[in-house]
C-alpha cells in the first residue's frame, strides 16, 4: 500500500490533504518520495523558523533525550531551568514567569484559566477573524463556525467584536471582563497587522480597567514578524502566549506571565510540559537565532519580499500585505487553485481563508529561493 492509503485508511479524516508524500527537508527546502525539491513558504504553518533539518538542534535533542528524556515539573531540573531563565531574559516588558506546555492551543487555553483565576471574572474578548487553537477554551474564543458548529455549545461568557476597531472594544468590556486576547497579526484570519494605536488604546482601556490583555503570538513570535516577538512592535501584554517555532519543530509552548498573574497550586498542570528533550531543543533554537541573526534577516528579507509581491501586476490581486516574512496576497478570486498550481511549479504556500495566499517561509530563506517564489508566483498570477 501507498503512504496516501495507508493514511487514508486508518487515520481520522480531519485534515484537507495534498496530494503529495513528503519525506525531507533541508533549510528552507522540502523533498517528496519521487524526490521533488519544493521551496517551503508554509514551514509547517510556522513551526520551521530556523529551518528543516538544523543539525545543531538534532544534536541537542539526541544528547538530552540519552541524558533524561522526561522529567514532570514536580522534579527541578537544569535543562528547564536555563530554558526558563533564556526566555524571560529575552522577554519584553515586565513579563517575568514562565508555564511550559506543548501546543499553541494549550498555551491559549492555559492563559484563558489563568485570566479568570487571577481576576475573578468569568468573560472574555476576542477579535473576529482570530484564531487561537481547537482545545474547548481556546475555540471559544477563535471566531468562525466552521471550527465551532460541530462541537457546541461553546464555553459561554465569550464576545467577538471586530479587529481594529477600538470603539466597539471598548464597548464590550464589561465589570465581568476578566481579559481580552488578539492577535499581533492575525494568522488564519488572512495575515491582518493590528494597527499600533489600536492597541495602545487597548493596553490604556486594560490599565484603566483592571481587564488583562493575552497577546496570542502562537505563529508570530520568534523572529518571524522581525522582532523576536511581534508585541514589542505594538504594546506590552499581561500574557504572551507561544508555541510553534519555540522548539525547533518539537511540540512545545508557553505562557509568559507578569507578576500581576496568580493562579493556585495544581489548578493546571501537563504531563510533557516543561520535558527536558524540549526545552534542550527550545534552547538550542533560539541560539540559533540569535547566533544567525534571523531576527534582522526575517526584517530585511521580509522587506524585500512584499517589494517583490508588490510588483507582480495581475488583476487577480486585491492587496498585499504583511509583517517580517509572515505575508499574504489577497486575491479576488478563490485562492485554491493558485496554490495547488504553485505546488506543481515547486513552490509550497497555505491559504489563510478561501481568497489568502499565505506565505511563512523559514527564516533561513534565501534571496535567490525568495526570487524564484516570486517568479512563480508571477507565472501563476498572469497566466
Known amino acids: 500500500m501507498s503512504t496516501q492509503s495507508i493514511e487514508d485508511a486508518y487515520t481520522l479524516p480531519v485534515y484537507p490533504k495534498r496530494d503529495i508524500v513528503i519525506v525531507r527537508g533541508k533549510g528552507a527546502k522540502l523533498y517528496d518520495e519521487q524526490g521533488r525539491e519544493y521551496i ?35 522534579f527541578y531540573n537544569p535543562i528547564r531551568a536555563r530554558l526558563a531563565e533564556k526566555l524571560i531574559g529575552l522577554a519584553p516588558y515586565e513579563l517575568k514567569k514562565v508555564f511550559f506546555c506543548n501546543s499553541g492551543t494549550e498555551a491559549n487555553e492555559a492563559a484563558i484559566k489563568f485570566a479568570r483565576a487571577t481576576t475573578g471574572k ?46 466597539k472594544l471598548k464597548n464590550a468590556v464589561g465589570e465581568e471582563t476578566a481579559a481580552i486576547v488578539l492577535e499581533p497579526v492575525q494568522g488564519e484570519g488572512g495575515v491582518r497587522p493590528g494597527n499600533k494605536e ?15 490583555l493575552i497577546m496570542d503570538e502562537v505563529q508570530t513570535g520568534f523572529a518571524r514578524t522581525g522582532t523576536l516577538f511581534a508585541c514589542e512592535q505594538f504594546v506590552a501584554p499581561d500574557m504572551l502566549c507561544l508555541a510553534k517555532s519555540i522548539a525547533g519543530g518539537l511540540p512545545m509552548g508557553a505562557v509568559l506571565c507578569t507578576d500581576r498573574i496568580s493562579v493556585p497550586l495544581k489548578s493546571h498542570t501537563s504531563t510533557f510540559g516543561g520535558n527536558p528533550t524540549a526545552c534542550a531543543a527550545a534552547l538550542a533554537s533560539l541560539e540559533i537565532i540569535i547566533q544567525e541573526e534571523l531576527i534582522d534577516k526575517a526584517k530585511t528579507l521580509g522587506e524585500y519580499f512584499i517589494n517583490q509581491l508588490y510588483g507582480i ?49 523559514p527564516l533561513v530563506i534565501s534571496r535567490e529561493e525568495i526570487d524564484f517564489v516570486v517568479s512563480k508566483i508571477r507565472a501563476v498570477l498572469e497566466r
Not at 509550497?348 to 481563508?353: D, E, F, P
Request: with cysteine; charged share 20%.
Open 198 to 212: 489600536y492597541f495602545e488604546g487597548v493596553r490604556q482601556v486594560c490599565d484603566k480597567t483592571g481587564v488583562l
Open 313 to 361: 501586476e495581475s488583476d487577480k490581486i486585491r492587496e498585499v500585505r504583511g509583517l517580517g516574512l509572515m505575508l499574504a496576497i489577497e486575491l479576488k478570486e478563490k485562492a485554491g487553485p493558485f496554490v495547488q498550481r504553485l505546488m506543481s511549479e515547486g513552490v509550497i504556500v497555505l491559504l489563510a481563508g478561501a481568497t489568502v495566499i499565505r506565505l511563512l517561509p
Open 40 to 74: 517551503d513558504c508554509a514551514a509547517n504553518v510556522g513551526v520551521s523558523n530556523i529551518g528543516h533539518g538544523n543539525p545543531r538542534v538534532a544534536q541537542a535533542i539526541h544528547d538530552q533525550y540519552l541524558e533524561l528524556g522526561n522529567c514532570y515539573s514536580m
Open 122 to 167: 468569568k468573560e472574555i474578548i476576542a477579535a473576529m477573524r482570530g484564531f487561537h487553537g481547537k482545545t474547548m477554551g481556546a475555540l471559544a474564543v477563535t471566531w468562525g463556525s466552521e471550527y465551532q458548529k460541530p462541537f457546541a455549545p461553546m464555553m459561554a461568557g465569550v464576545k467577538h467584536v471586530p479587529f481594529n476597531n477600538l470603539d
